[in-house]
């Protein structure tokens, strides 16, 4: 599903990863990961897709809600899992949205 | 492939996007499109993922890139094709890279 935003400004995370072979506990831990963001203050919404390359968009209402779900310990032992398993490579970039716009076929 | 770009800050171009039942030369545009955005000034890379959801993100040097790119006469006929048969919703966001960090597990 497309994220569903307020007016800009907010903040978007874009998460983009390379995944490794193994697959142990990748699937939940991610699943487990999407619900709990989902519960942090400031939270907008996500959005996912993954072909070859993973692209996980998470939008935030301000930087401080970012760093407060940086900071949280789950997600800081699931990153470290990621670190040593399941990713090849990844990159995260803070964005600022500026403006949007949409469409919608009726 | 992640996408390579340069310390921020520059922009991003978030195109999400959910298709219609529609294939028509989709594939074909879809490819031409992103050899065409690749060879305008100011454009750093493309990533791109689909499941249900597409993302695509593109990142461009500055606003006037962006703009530069939206008026390429080509692109108008492809987006325009695009709301008329591939796409049942799309949403785009125009953001303002702040920060990046990466890891690549060698």
Request: net charge neutral; charged share 25%; hydrophobic share 35%.
């Amino acid at each position: 599903m497309i994220a569903n935003t307020p007016q800009p400004p907010y903040y978007a995370v874009i998460f983009t990863s390379e995944r490794t072979d193994e697959d142990s506990g990748y699937a939940e831990m991610a699943q487990k990961m999407l619900e709990l963001a989902q519960k942090q203050p400031g939270i907008l919404d996500v959005e996912s897709a993954r072909e070859e390359l993973g692209i996980t968009v998470s939008y935030w209402r301000n930087l401080d809600s970012i760093k407060h779900w940086k900071n949280n310990v789950d997600h800081i032992q699931a990153r470290e899992k990621g670190r040593n398993t399941w990713y090849r490579k990844f990159k995260t970039r803070i964005a600022l949205v500026e403006s949007d716009y949409h469409f919608h076929n009726i």
